[in-house]
């Protein structure tokens, strides 16, 4: 059974509109992040968390908010969606020895 | 800030020819931890080999790599490529004292043909 899972997979947002990206973990790991992919870039962090009310900015954390209510949960928030967000998220949960485990990816596009 | 360059965006190989992923680092820290990610298509990324002991050789899966602080450096390797190795990797530094925030390179796609 999945331990990092992410909804919604796909989604589709009108510029200005409010996104929001949820995370779900089940291996008890304190710390959790949010990345986005692009070619030629990578994974850049753009917020985490060391446990339940923490977030942290990540390198790129501008255009986005981060919400982290419990243990399990990890949410992204995108106040006012931008083309240049469109972009594939993950969710990671990190675990002993820095190994992270990520979630399947959202699919973001921003019209 | 800690950074990762991985030299090639893309690396297209034939069936059973040796593998090379380059991936150099930078970061003030004297004992950072390097990892290999690996992301196959459709699925999660996932840890494929990590180290943070000079230039001792780690193996996973039939790929190795070792940690030269002295170049820092942390190529991957594997002696003969399989279909099956055909995916996105990437290189990654975190800091080793205990925040747990990896830096990733920009990523190698690696196809291998017949």
């Known amino acids: 059974e999945a331990a990092v899972t992410q909804s919604p997979r796909n989604k589709v947002a009108v510029t200005g509109g409010k996104v929001t990206l949820s995370c779900n973990q089940t291996n008890n790991h304190n710390n959790m992040y949010w990345y986005r992919q692009d070619t030629g870039h990578g994974l850049r962090l753009i917020h985490y968390?060391?446990?339940?009310?923490?977030?942290e900015k990540g390198d790129i954390p501008d255009g986005y908010k981060a919400s982290r209510p419990s243990q399990e949960n990890f949410s992204l928030i995108l106040e006012l969606a931008t083309p240049s967000q469109t972009s594939v998220y993950f969710c990671a949960s990190g675990g002993e020895g820095y190994e992270q485990y990520f979630g399947p990816g959202t699919r973001l596009t921003v019209l | 800030g800690d950074s990762v360059t991985q030299t090639e965006g893309l690396v297209t190989l034939t069936e059973g020819l040796p593998v090379m992923l380059n991936c150099t680092y930078q970061?003030?820290?004297?004992?950072?931890?390097l990892f290999w990610y690996v992301h196959y298509l459709n699925e999660s990324p996932r840890l494929l080999l990590k180290s943070s002991t000079d230039n001792k050789r780690t193996e996973h899966q039939g790929f190795h790599a070792t940690l030269h602080k002295s170049s820092s450096s942390f190529h991957l390797q594997k002696s003969s490529a399989q279909l099956s190795d055909s995916a996105l990797y990437y290189c990654?530094?975190?800091?080793?004292?205990?925040?747990?925030?990896?830096?990733f390179g920009a990523g190698t796609k690696l196809t291998i043909k017949p």
């Open positions: 990654a530094l975190s800091e080793n004292y205990g925040n747990e925030k990896i830096t």
């Open positions: 970061t003030i820290y004297s004992n950072p931890f």
């Open positions: 968390s060391y446990g339940a009310g923490s977030t």
